[in-house]
T-cell receptor, first 113, second 115 residues
Framework: NAGVMQNPRHLVRRRGQEARLRCSPM?????VYWYRQLPEEGLKFMVY????????ESGMPKERFSAEFPKEGPSILRIQQVVRGDSAAYFC???????????FGNGTRLTVT | AQKVTQAQTEISVVEKEDVTLDCVYE???????LFWYKQPPSGELVFLIR??????QNEISGRYSWNFQKSTSSFNFTITASQVVDSAVYFC????????????FGGGTRLMVKP
């Protein structure tokens, strides 16, 4: 029973490029959450999605960041025109419903040069 | 607004010592969940415990134990007879009852267990 799968594990982008981070939830999980961990800090909630719907995006920066969870395929966190401050570990987590325990992926470490 | 404070940024102990990681939280909700996660050097997040605010019983799981004190808004974590493999960053987190898995995390405590 595979856990939450995130890819790539490491991603390097130059300033101004786009970054796409993918997350496949655990089997049977339809709730997906993205969190960001800046260097030497705790995790910060970004966005909560269910299939084809954004439920809560109160933690997402207003510009350049977007997320989707289509009917088929993984959830995607997209960062346009990356800047150095976007360098962080991005964690995806999934749950069966909004009150079931969260299962985290191993994260994608984004480095912007 | 919710807030989780882990005042200890780094703790260093020698193997076999007991160590307690502190967690203090703030919330206006009367019902909520509290969590602890472990982040080893490899970087993944490992779920340790979830406790709801109705249940103030202390919990023990092997060498791990948790002390939930609603009166002081604390949810402390103790590792008994620490081992080198316990070296990691430990995060405490909180979520509102109806916010499900939108967690507010503390800043983490880095635990170093020396042989």
């Amino acid at each position: 029973n595979a856990g939450v799968m995130q890819n790539p594990r490491h991603l390097v982008r130059r300033r101004g490029q786009e970054a796409r981070l993918r997350c496949s939830p655990m089997k049977g999980h339809s709730h997906v959450y993205w969190y960001r961990q800046l260097p030497e800090e705790g995790l910060k909630f970004m966005v909560y999605l269910q299939k084809e719907n954004i439920i809560d995006e109160s933690g997402m920066p207003k510009e350049r960041f977007s997320a989707e969870f289509p009917k088929e395929g993984p959830s995607i966190l997209r960062i346009q025109q990356v800047v150095r401050g976007d360098s962080a570990a991005y964690f995806c987590a999934s749950s069966r419903d909004s009150n079931s325990p969260l299962h985290f992926g191993n994260g994608t470490r984004l480095t912007v040069t | 607004a919710q807030k989780v404070t882990q005042a200890q940024t780094e703790i260093s102990v020698v193997e076999k010592e007991d160590v307690t990681l502190d967690c203090v939280y703030e919330t206006r909700d009367t019902t909520y969940y509290l969590f602890w996660y472990k982040q080893p050097p490899s970087g993944e997040l490992v779920f340790l415990i979830r406790r709801n605010s109705f249940d103030e019983q202390n919990e023990i799981s092997g060498r791990y134990s948790w002390n939930f004190q609603k009166s002081t808004s604390s949810f402390n974590f103790t590792i008994t007879a620490s081992q080198v493999v316990d070296s990691a960053v430990y995060f405490c987190a909180l979520s509102e009852w109806n916010a499900g898995n939108m967690l507010t995390f503390g800043g983490g405590t880095r635990l170093m267990v020396k042989p």
